[in-house]
């Protein structure tokens, strides 16, 4: 049961912001793959697939913390590893 290949199962909302409380760290061990409405999307910060949205940022703008101010898009979100 002690197989190196295993990867933990993607969850329903994540983030890559390690402040988040969505965040996982060991789902960021592997490249993950990102679609929305069935194109693949690389700048993705944040996900949920039972709400049908993606989260990314808005071109330079970044707020008061330095982090970059984020867009929400919506759509059928598909998540999956590489």
């Known amino acids: ?9 993607l969850p329903d909302h ?3 912001n390690p ?8 789902c960021f061990e592997h490249e993950i ?3 929305l409405n069935g ?6 910060e944040e996900y949920c697939i039972s709400e049908g949205w993606v989260k ?3 071109g330079k703008a970044l707020d008061r913390r330095g982090q ?3 867009m929400t898009r919506k759509g059928e979100v598909e998540v999956f590893y590489k």
Do not use: C, W
């Not at 402040?19 to 060991?26: F, T």
């Not at 194109?39 to 993705?44: A, G, I, L, N, P």
């Open 19 to 26: 402040r988040s409380p969505h965040h996982v760290a060991e």
């Open 14 to 16: 994540l983030s890559g």
């Open 1 to 9: 049961m002690s197989d190196t290949n295993s990867r933990p199962e």
């Open 56 to 58: 990314v940022p808005a």
């Open 33 to 35: 793959g990102i679609r």
């Open 39 to 44: 194109k693949e999307r690389f700048d993705v």
């Open 68 to 70: 970059p101010m984020l």
